[in-house]
């Protein structure tokens, strides 16, 4: 076992190393050593049910650490990725058309928060940050673009803050090549609609979206939006930190959110222990091991297989299900 700081990307990370840990005769992995480490994350994990921050890539995956299993693809085989606001962040290229997609059954109905940072320099007018739609992808659930003038829709409604006059109109910009952070809450009980820029609430409305709530299963694209069989209004720039609660966040934690502050932590958590395994065929085992301990608290688990992530789980327990004979 060792613990290691990652002290330029804020987060403490914890390993430990088990051998053999596939019962014997289980399978040809038996013997191989696999790895758990323990994250800790900024911000309470309350109704978190999506977490990309672009630290957990494998391949063209993009690990959710929300322990929801919401884990996306990018459609780069292999994704750009430079230094963000915390740790790594994902560049996006629209000649590319560079997108992250996930098909989701439990995107949030009533209410929900959506968080990220971006830079941008994107001239285009419908450059997509995040696109929800209906598995037909017919309907617009919900969708945030525009970064010369951002644009929201909830349920199909179409909202552009203006805080001008319709002759000299002054729209919220983020497309000036500095991080921004971004927040989106939404109420269904009232159709609140409030966005925040860089922690501050710089608009509201009511009324928006509220005639039924947003489907909990639909197709989700951060970087480019989806109508049926044709993409487009694709992202030009970096993101950081993408997060969608079941909730709608306080002002206070917004704010803190958008000061890019860690926890303010040093103390490791425990080592994960004990780990078991009981193998059901060959390519299947279900793993469990005793939690890890903190004086803060555990945001959940990333397991490795042969030194590669092989996904990611915010309980003490996990089934691997790609092992091959």
Same mark, same amino acid.
């Given at each position: 076992?060792?613990?290691?700081?990652?002290?330029?990307?804020?987060?403490?990370?914890?390993?430990?190393?088990?051998?053999?840990?596939?019962?014997?005769?289980?399978?040809?992995?038996?013997?191989? &050593?696999?790895?758990?480490?323990?994250?800790?994350?900024?911000?309470?994990?309350?109704?978190?049910?999506?977490?990309? +921050?672009?630290?957990?890539?494998?391949?063209?995956?993009?690990? +959710?650490?929300?322990?929801?299993?919401?884990?996306?693809?990018?459609?780069?085989? %292999?994704?750009?990725?430079?230094?963000?606001?915390?740790?790594?962040?994902?560049?996006?290229? $629209?000649?590319?058309? /560079?997108?992250?997609?996930? @098909?989701? +059954? &439990?995107?949030?109905? $009533? #209410?929900?928060?959506?968080?990220?940072?971006?830079?941008?320099?994107?001239?285009?007018?419908?450059?997509?940050?995040?696109?929800?739609?209906?598995?037909?992808?017919?309907?617009?659930?919900?969708?945030?673009?525009?970064? %010369?003038?951002?644009?929201?829709?909830?349920?199909? =409604?179409?909202?552009?803050?203006?805080?001008?006059?319709?002759?000299?109109?002054?729209?919220?910009?983020?497309?000036?090549? =500095?991080?921004?952070?971004?927040?989106?809450?939404?109420?269904?009980?009232?159709?609140?609609?409030?966005?925040?820029?860089?922690?501050?609430?710089?608009?509201?409305?009511? /009324?928006?979206?509220?005639?039924?709530?947003?489907?909990?299963?639909?197709?989700?694209?951060?970087?480019?939006?989806?109508?049926?069989?044709?993409?487009?209004?694709?992202?030009?720039?970096?993101? /950081? +930190?993408?997060? @969608?609660?079941?909730?709608?966040?306080?002002?206070?934690?917004?704010?803190? @959110?958008?000061?890019?502050?860690?926890?303010?932590?040093? =103390?490791?958590?425990?080592?994960?222990?004990?780990?078991?395994? !009981?193998?059901?065929?060959?390519?299947?085992?279900?793993?469990?091991?005793?939690?890890? !301990? /903190?004086? $803060?608290?555990?945001?959940?688990?990333? !397991?490795?297989?042969?030194?590669?992530?092989?996904?990611?789980?915010? #309980?003490?327990?996990?089934?691997?299900?790609?092992?091959?004979?």
């Amino acid at each position: 076992m060792y613990i290691k700081i990652n002290k330029s990307f804020a987060i403490l990370v914890v390993i430990a190393i088990v051998s053999s840990v596939l019962v014997a005769g289980a399978n040809a992995n038996s013997g191989k &050593d696999n790895m758990m480490s323990t994250v800790k994350s900024q911000s309470n994990p309350l109704g978190l049910v999506l977490h990309w +921050d672009f630290d957990a890539v494998t391949g063209n995956i993009i690990s +959710d650490i929300s322990g929801h299993g919401n884990d996306g693809t990018s459609s780069a085989e %292999n994704p750009v990725l430079t230094p963000g606001v915390l740790g790594q962040a994902m560049t996006f290229d $629209e000649d590319n058309d /560079d997108r992250v997609r996930i @098909l989701m +059954d &439990d995107f949030p109905g $009533e #209410e929900f928060s959506f968080a990220v940072w971006v830079r941008s320099t994107d001239s285009s007018g419908g450059s997509t940050i995040v696109s929800y739609r209906n598995m037909d992808r017919t309907s617009s659930l919900f969708r945030l673009a525009g970064v %010369n003038g951002l644009f929201v829709l909830i349920n199909g =409604q179409f909202v552009r803050p203006n805080f001008g006059t319709e002759a000299n109109p002054e729209y919220i910009e983020v497309g000036d090549g =500095q991080w921004h952070h971004l927040v989106i809450n939404w109420t269904r009980i009232n159709g609140e609609l409030t966005i925040y820029k860089n922690g501050l609430e710089v608009f509201s409305a009511t /009324d928006v979206g509220r005639t039924k709530p947003i489907s909990a299963i639909g197709e989700m694209n951060i970087g480019m939006d989806r109508e049926v069989w044709t993409w487009s209004n694709a992202y030009a720039g970096d993101m /950081d +930190d993408v997060r @969608l609660y079941s909730r709608t966040l306080s002002p206070d934690e917004i704010s803190w @959110l958008a000061s890019a502050t860690p926890l303010n932590d040093n =103390q490791a958590p425990s080592a994960p222990a004990n780990l078991q395994a !009981v193998a059901v065929s060959q390519q299947k085992a279900y793993l469990s091991w005793d939690a890890s !301990v /903190d004086n $803060e608290f555990v945001a959940g688990y990333r !397991v490795y297989r042969n030194n590669n992530l092989i996904g990611t789980t915010g #309980e003490s327990k996990f089934r691997d299900i790609g092992m091959s004979p």
